[in-house]
Nanobody
Framework: QVQLVESGGGSVQTGGSLALSCVAA????????MGWFRQAPGKEREAVAA????????YYADFVKGRFTISRDNAKNTVYLQMNNLKAEDTAIYYC????????????????????????WGQGTQVTVS
């Protein structure tokens, strides 16, 4: 059973920073696209950022570009999301997501991951910005 365990959420003032971590267990970690979705109250889940298995290609939603940075440490089976200059609209539950299978290209990995239909999911961690 694959497990994704998030940590690092919390409350912060506008303009502040938070760092999220997600550790993957029982996963061929280095072969999977990893990243973060979020869901705010009353809104649909949306993709935030992802990093392909080779760690050379990333995806960022327009609303976090320049503020959030995603990275991964394959030796630790961990993906990170550094969030800077946080805004009230960043308030949401943040979910770690891992692609279920590798693909031939990083572009394919990220595309499939963003669809959100073939991912493993963590339990989520709350981020509140006020």
């Amino acid at each position: 059973q694959v497990q994704l365990v998030e940590s690092g959420g919390g409350s912060v003032q506008t303009g502040g920073s938070l760092a999220l971590s997600c550790v993957a267990a029982k996963l061929t970690y280095s072969s999977n696209c990893m990243g973060w979705f979020r869901q705010a109250p009353g809104k649909e889940r949306e993709a935030v950022a992802a990093i392909a298995s080779a760690a050379t290609t990333t995806y960022y939603a327009d609303f976090v570009k320049g503020r959030f940075t995603i990275s991964r440490d394959n030796a630790k089976n961990t993906v990170y999301l550094q969030m800077n200059n946080l805004k009230a609209e960043d308030t949401a539950i943040y979910y770690c997501a891992a692609g279920r299978r590798p693909y031939a290209t990083a572009s394919q990995e990220l595309s499939i991951w963003r669809e959100g239909l073939d991912n493993y999911w963590g339990q989520g961690t709350q981020v509140t910005v006020s």
